[in-house]
């Protein structure tokens, strides 16, 4: 059992804004020597159930894949310049 979280906070001037309007924005992280991006996706809440969407139609198809196969509910987000989002880490390829 993991005794303590470590706390990683990404500074707002080290987010890149990958579509020009906010919505996905990047980051470069190294965790343990593997770098990796850090995306941001921008969501809000839709519906009577309040599900998780991404803001862009474009990144739809994408989140809708994150959501099915590494979800068991909805995500927790964070906020970034007070917007909403979820982030995902993926290494460098």
Not at 3 to 17: K, Q, R, V
Not at 24 to 29: E, H, P
Not at 64 to 91: C, H, M, W
Request: charged share 20%; glycine share 8%; with cysteine.
């Amino acid at each position: 059992m993991q005794s303590e979280i470590i706390t990683i906070i990404i500074p707002p001037g080290m987010w890149n804004d990958i579509e020009g309007d906010a919505t996905c924005l990047k980051s470069v992280i190294s965790i343990c020597g593997t770098l990796m991006h850090l995306e941001a996706i921008q969501v809000q809440y839709v519906g009577r159930d309040r599900v998780q969407q991404a803001v862009n139609p474009r990144l739809e198809d994408d989140f809708n894949v994150l959501r099915r196969y590494g979800s068991e509910g909805q995500f927790e987000t964070t906020d970034i310049k007070g917007k909403t989002y979820v982030l995902v880490a993926t290494p460098f390829t």
